[in-house]
């Protein structure tokens, strides 16, 4: 839900009117699966955030999230920003095309 809510946070700062924005809630429910963080992800969030600030690339709390959860299912994280390759030096398979 994190990453969800920056896309809208996105939106709303470029302004969108309010139908653009429920069009697009609408099309991240309908077109992708939103995997929940629940306390189970704790700990690889602990990981993540604690890892990437040993190698000097510290994570933001938003992109903590999304590195531990992406690891948590074992799931390759398909990124434009360059500071979520740290997560390759934590275990995640990260295909970056910046």
């Avoid at 995997?35 to 903590?64: K, Q, W």
């Avoid at 994280?77 to 295909?95: F, S």
Wanted: proline residues 4%; hydrophobic residues 50%.
């Amino acid at each position: 839900m994190r990453t969800i809510a920056e896309i809208v946070v996105g939106a709303e700062r470029a302004d969108w009117a309010a139908p653009r924005l429920a069009a697009l809630r609408t099309f991240i429910v309908k077109q992708f699966a939103v995997i929940p963080i629940d306390e189970n992800t704790v700990p690889f969030y602990a990981s993540a955030m604690h890892g990437s600030a040993c190698r000097g690339r510290a994570l933001t709390v938003p992109d903590g999230w999304i590195v531990a959860t992406a690891k948590q299912h074992d799931l390759t994280l398909v990124t434009h920003d360059l500071d979520m390759t740290v997560g390759e030096q934590l275990g995640v398979k990260v295909v970056c095309r910046a």
